[in-house]
């Protein structure tokens, strides 16, 4: 590095800066031994049938079991740095060619400029790209399995990371995802297809039976057969 600013941040970032004299660089290398969650199964998103690998808080080894599942040169990692107390390491992760061009500038944009605030969970990033504030429904979905993410990069998704922070935020989201599990990717075609359609019946039929038996019961019981 060139610059003590830069030092400085090197240093409060746990590592070991050696300056010179005569010369205007510093070497920088990291030092720091930071304890850390083992990683280990997933509490919210545990399967029968599938690997136990959860995300932990570290965002290296988040984006080490991504790079251990997807080998591909497609593979890119855009960091960047917010805020100017907390400054929270944020790392977006994308399969260059299988997300669509005009997603990934989209994404750029909407996430341009929050260098400027303190990050301190992924919820802040949903906050700051989503499209609609007043919507009632998620337009983003969370994951803490490293399989999920990984296959979510090769349907062109974006993925969030944030240091200090488990979760992994796969954007953009669609309403019909949200009817499908990691375990579905582990079981025959047919037998996935068959639950997810019961998922979606099971759904709407939550969604409309009660009002239609209030409906019946209280204002129309003469359509009810005696």
Partial sequence: ???????????????VVI??????????????DTKTRAVNEPVNESVVQGPREGTVESMT???????????STAFKVEKITTGTDVKTKVAFVYLQDAVH????EEFRKRIAGIEQYE???TSVIEDWIEDSRFSPFPQYRYTERSDTAAAALLDGKILVLVDNTPMILICPALFVEF?????????RTVYASLIRLLRMLAFFIALT??????????????????
């Avoid at 080894?61 to 080998?71: A, E, H």
């Avoid at 009817?179 to 079981?187: A, I, K, L, P």
């Avoid at 039976?209 to 005696?226: K, V």
């Fill in 179 to 187: 009817f499908g599990t990691s375990e579905d990717y582990y079981v």
């Fill in 19 to 32: 300056f010179w004299d005569q010369w205007d660089r510093a070497l920088c290398f990291p030092a720091i």
């Fill in 209 to 226: 039976l009660p009002s239609i038996y209030i409906a019946l019961t209280t204002y129309q019981p003469e359509l009810i057969p005696s």
């Fill in 119 to 121: 990050v301190m969970e």
């Fill in 1 to 15: 590095t060139d610059g003590f600013n830069d030092a400085l941040d090197h240093v409060l970032s746990g590592q």
């Fill in 101 to 104: 061009p005009s997603i990934l």
């Fill in 61 to 71: 080894v988040n984006l080490g079991l991504l790079r251990q599942r997807v080998k």
